[in-house]
Structures are given as C-alpha cells and as structure tokens.
C-alpha cells in the first residue's frame, strides 16, 4: 500500500516538474523576442521565469528524485537495465533543468544572448526525454 502512495506523489511531482520544464522555454522564446526597450515586459518575464523556477520547477524535480529512488529501492528494480537506462535519462533531464536554471539568471541579469529560436529548439529537449523516459517505465523493456 505505501508503495502505491509513493508511486502516486512520484506521478504527480513529474507532472508539475514536466509542465514546468515545458513552459519555462516557452517563456524564455517570447522573453527573447521582445524589442529593445520593452523594460516593462521584460520585468514581468523575470519574475514569472523565477517564481516558476524557485516554486515549482525545483521542488517538483526534488521530489521527483526522492520519490523515484525510494521506488527504486522498494521494488528492488535498480538492478534492471531499463531503469538504469530511465535513470540516464533523468540525468539528462536534470542537466537541462540545470541549463534553464543558468538561462533565468542570465534574463534576471539581462545577459541572456541567445535568440528566441534557439529556446523554441531547447523547449523540445525535456519532451524528447520525457517520451524515452515513459516508455522505459510502462514498457519495461527485458533487453
């Protein structure tokens, strides 16, 4: 029963991490676009870009972590191929968190240098790894 539970708030924090690190991309291409002297808009972006980071984005990953690595050493499916392979993918996905992280200090600093096309192209990355990572867990593949 417990597993059930935790299985439960595991799906929930990677939805709220996944809606998170699909819509802060999102937010960075038209934060990109905006034209010189939009300071106004510019001030919403940065707030809307850290509160999404700092409220949700972080703790939904953290609890994803915990949750995921608790099932891990319940099932006992650590020593499978296909989570280890699920665990890469994770990986993957926390280093892109990590990269949007950098991406809203360097808005919330007015460094940012790159182009609203660029972010439409990174807003892709968490939704490729999100789709190998799901069919790793349901399928389960025996390799």
């Known amino acids: 029963?417990?597993?059930?539970?935790?299985?439960?708030?595991?799906?929930?924090?990677?939805?709220?991490?996944m809606a998170a690190m699909l819509y802060l991309p999102r937010l960075f291409v038209y934060h990109a676009a905006l034209p010189p002297g939009s300071e106004?808009?510019?001030?919403?972006?940065?707030?809307?870009?850290?509160?999404?980071?700092?409220?949700?984005?972080?703790?939904?990953?953290?609890?994803?972590?915990v949750f995921g690595l608790t099932l891990a050493w319940m099932s006992g499916y650590y020593a499978s191929l296909w989570l280890q392979l699920k665990f890469v993918l994770v990986l993957a996905m926390s280093?892109?968190?990590?990269?949007?992280?950098?991406?809203?200090?360097?808005?919330?600093?007015?460094r940012n240098t790159r182009g609203h096309k660029?972010?439409?192209?990174?807003?892709?990355?968490?939704?490729l790894l999100m789709i190998g990572i799901v069919i790793l867990a349901v399928v389960k593949p025996g390799f």
């Open 1 to 17: 029963m417990l597993y059930d539970w935790i299985k439960a708030l595991h799906v929930i924090a990677l939805i709220a991490w």
């Open 95 to 110: 280093g892109a968190h990590g990269f949007l992280a950098r991406a809203v200090k360097d808005f919330a600093a007015d």
């Open 118 to 127: 660029f972010y439409r192209v990174i807003n892709e990355v968490p939704t």
């Open 40 to 65: 106004a808009q510019s001030a919403t972006f940065k707030v809307m870009e850290r509160r999404l980071l700092k409220a949700i984005m972080t703790p939904a990953m953290i609890a994803t972590w």
